[in-house]
């Protein structure tokens, strides 16, 4: 696994993890690209979670401040795994980058 890939153990607000893609990024161009692109997949997906449990009513019984604050930080941590995983969104852009947007 490439250093700038996602783990199943990375934590999704891991500001070290960022650096090191930056890093990654002006070392070898190709990997930071694809690292860029594994955490633009993460924030499509969260921001797809996000919208699915706006989009869904909620219960009164379970509708407080801190269920809305661990419901944002599994969907955050889903994200991150999915995006993991690959679903072929980061494959996609990174594809079309090298392409140079032609």
Partial sequence: MPPTAISDQQFALDV?????????????????????????????????????????PRSELL?????????GLFDQQLSQHLAGKGLGLAEQLVAQLQRGGK
């Avoid at 594994?38 to 979670?49: G, I, P, R, S, T």
């Avoid at 509708?63 to 419901?71: K, L």
């Fill in 63 to 71: 509708d407080s401040s801190q269920t809305r604050f661990v419901e």
């Fill in 16 to 56: 070290a993890g960022l650096e090191k893609l930056k890093q990654a990024g002006r070392r070898d161009h190709d990997a930071g690209l694809q690292g860029a692109a594994q955490q633009f997949e993460a924030l499509f997906l969260h921001q797809m979670l996000q919208g699915m449990r706006d989009a869904t």
